[in-house]
C-alpha cells in the first residue's frame, strides 16, 4: 500500500485488482476483492503515518577548518573501521550477519566511487542511521557514535551531530531516546523495527 515513493495510487490498485481477476477466470477460480476506495485510504493513512516514523539519524566527521580529507585517506579510515564501499557510492558498516547497520557518504555531493578516489577530496563525511530499517538503533546509534570516533582521530577531524555541534554523551542519549520511541511507535502497530514488513514499507 506504501512506500518510501508515497501511497499506491488507484490506477496502480485498480490494475492488479483486474490482474487478479482475469487470472482467477483463467485458471477456473474466483476472486474476492476488499474495495478499492478503502484500501486507497488505508494506503493515504499508512503513508502519513510513516512519515513520522521515517527518520535518519546523521553523524558528521569534518576536517581542521580550510582543510580536506583526500579520497585515500578516507577510504583506509573506512577500511580499519570496518566499512566496505559499495556500488551505491557509499560505505557500508555491516553487521555479523551482513545487515546495513549505518552508511557513510561524502558530505559534498560526490559519491565515492572506488575509481576516483585517488583524485577526491572533501570538507567532510555523513554518517547516516535509518531508524526504521534497524532492528535496534539504540545499539546501533552507540556503534556509528564510537566508529565516527575512529574516523575522526584516524583523519584529524571532529565528530559533529547534524547541528555542527561537538557530539558529547548527553546528545547520543537524547537521539537515543528518540529513536527508541519511534520504535516503539512502529512496534505497537505491528511493523517491528527492521523486520520484513518495515524493510518493505521503508523501501
Known sequence: LANRSGPVHAPQLNGFCDAVHSWAERNGASAEIPDVAAGLKAAQELDALCGDMDVAIGLNVVAQPGDAFSGDQVAAAAAD????????????WR??????????????TEPFLADRLEAMQTSGLTLLLDVPKVPDAAAALDEMARVGGLL???????????????LQAAGVQRIKAQVQEIHGAMAARDIPAGGQRAQRLFA
Request: aromatic fraction near 10%.
Open 152 to 166: 575522526a582521530n584516524a583523519l584529524g577531524g571532529f565528530l559533529v551531530d547534524d547541528n555542527r555541534v561537538a
Open 95 to 108: 553487521d555479523a550477519e551482513g545487515k546495513t547497520l549505518f552508511t557513510m557518504e561524502n558530505h559534498e
Open 81 to 92: 573501521a570496518g566499512f566496505s564501499l559499495e556500488s551505491n557510492g557509499a560505505f557500508h
